[in-house]
Every structure is written in structure tokens, then in C-alpha cells.
């Protein structure tokens, strides 16, 4: 994974999936497509961290434009009308809202329900064990893909070193650490995706392509559309 102009690298990836409750079984039924979060269908059932979080204003950036949307006509409105509670807390707190039935459905990264269901805490493992993903837009574009990357700034001061970290953390050894430790996905070209346990696992993780430059200018008028939508 690597900017087209060589600009910045990627180190690992994780994927922003919907996590459900497995004794409702709504995973397909549900939400098969991030669209789906804002139809009036799932009113009452969603839980959700802040929207002005990177996370949500990617993932909501990139598909108001794989869908040709305008930021005044994003899902926003649909998903605040949808939602079980004020958001709040991480993505973790998300899954537990959903393991505890204050909602149905959530959105996440996939290394935060990873870290819960191999936990060796029997109540967060509890909690990993009542819950699901599911990977929404397989019939689309595939599931929103965040990637963790790097690069070296111009004006770096100690530029060989620089250098020399960047290609520790794209070895064997480091990428290893990223799979055990953070249980993220290797930025390799061959991530196993399907290694996470889900309701279609046929999963693709092909990403839709946001330039980043042209994500960061439309970041300002993406957060503003979801703050007047109340997704704050």
C-alpha cells in the first residue's frame, strides 16, 4: 500500500465492518451495505462513536462520494435518526452496547472487536463471543478500508533515519508485532482479511479511492454537514 506519487507508505490496515448481535441475527438482514445504516428500517438500533471522530468522517466522506453525494446530501440525517443512543465512547464501547442489547448493530474497526474476542478477560471475550461482523457493500465497492501509514516530511532533520524506521516497520519482524500486538491487518499486498471471523466470508476489502489530499480538503465541509445533522 503506497501513495500513486510516493508520497506516504502503508504499515497496516484495518477495516471498518458492522458488528451485530448474533442472537438477533440481523447481519444480513439488516445492514448489508453502509447505506443501509441511515434507512428507516434500523431506527432505534444504532450505536456509534462521534462523527467528527476520523473514522466515521473517512468511511462517510468516501461513500457520499462512491454514491455521487453531495456533503448536504450525505447519510448523516439517516444514521442520527437511526441511532439507539447519543454517541458516545470508542469503538470497544460500541461492541459492548451492542453484546449488552442497548443496540443492534455498530459500526467499528476491525482490531477492536479482534482485541475482545481474543481477549483473555472472560468478560471481554464474553462480549466478542456474543457479537458478529458482518462486512457491508459486497455487492458494490467492498468494505472501507483505514490505512495506518507514514512518511518522511521534507524538512525531516534526521532523514536516513527516517528512512531506516520506515523500512523497519514494513519487515517481517515489525509487521508481525502490528498482526500480534495491535491485531491489525499487515500492510502487505497478501492481508488475509478472511482470517477475522464473519457472517459472509467472502469478503472483499477492495477500498474505494479517496485521495488523501482530496479527502483532506473536503474534511472541514464533511464535519460541518454531520455536526448540523447532529451526528456531533
Not at 448523516?76 to 465512547?89: H, K
Not at 516530511?153 to 495491535?182: G, M
Not at 499487515?186 to 469478503?203: D, E, M, Q, V
Request: charged share 25%.
Amino acid at each position: 500500500m503506497r501513495d500513486p506519487d510516493g508520497n506516504w507508505y502503508g504499515f497496516s490496515s484495518r477495516a471498518r465492518v458492522i458488528v451485530y448481535n448474533k442472537a438477533h441475527g440481523e447481519a444480513r438482514q439488516t445492514s448489508p451495505t453502509y447505506e443501509s445504516l441511515a434507512d428507516p428500517k434500523n431506527k432505534g438500533k444504532i450505536c456509534t462513536r462521534s462523527g467528527s471522530h476520523p473514522y466515521n468522517l473517512s468511511l462517510i466522506g468516501c461513500a457520499d462520494r462512491a454514491q455521487r453525494r453531495s456533503e448536504d446530501r450525505g447519510m448523516g440525517e439517516g444514521v442520527v435518526a437511526n441511532m439507539a443512543r447519543t454517541p458516545r465512547g470508542g469503538d470497544t464501547d460500541q461492541i459492548k452496547g451492542v453484546a449488552a442489547g442497548e443496540c443492534a448493530i455498530a459500526l467499528s474497526n476491525t482490531y477492536y472487536y479482534v482485541r475482545l474476542l481474543r481477549s483473555t478477560k472472560p468478560e471481554e471475550s464474553e462480549i466478542g463471543a456474543k457479537t458478529g461482523v458482518v462486512w457491508p457493500d459486497q455487492a458494490s465497492y467492498g468494505t472501507h478500508v483505514n490505512i495506518s501509514g507514514a512518511g518522511v516530511l521534507k524538512n525531516a532533520p534526521h532523514r536516513e533515519n527516517a528512512i531506516k524506521f520506515l523500512e523497519y516497520l514494513a519487515s517481517d519482524a515489525a509487521q508481525a508485532l502490528l498482526r500480534q500486538r495491535q491485531q491489525r491487518v499487515a500492510g502487505g499486498a497478501r492481508a488475509r482479511w478472511r482470517r477475522i471471523p464473519s457472517s459472509n466470508r467472502s469478503a472483499r476489502s477492495r477500498p474505494i479511492r479517496c485521495r488523501s489530499p482530496r479527502w483532506a480538503r473536503t474534511r472541514p465541509r464533511r464535519r460541518s454537514s454531520l455536526d448540523r445533522a447532529g451526528w456531533k
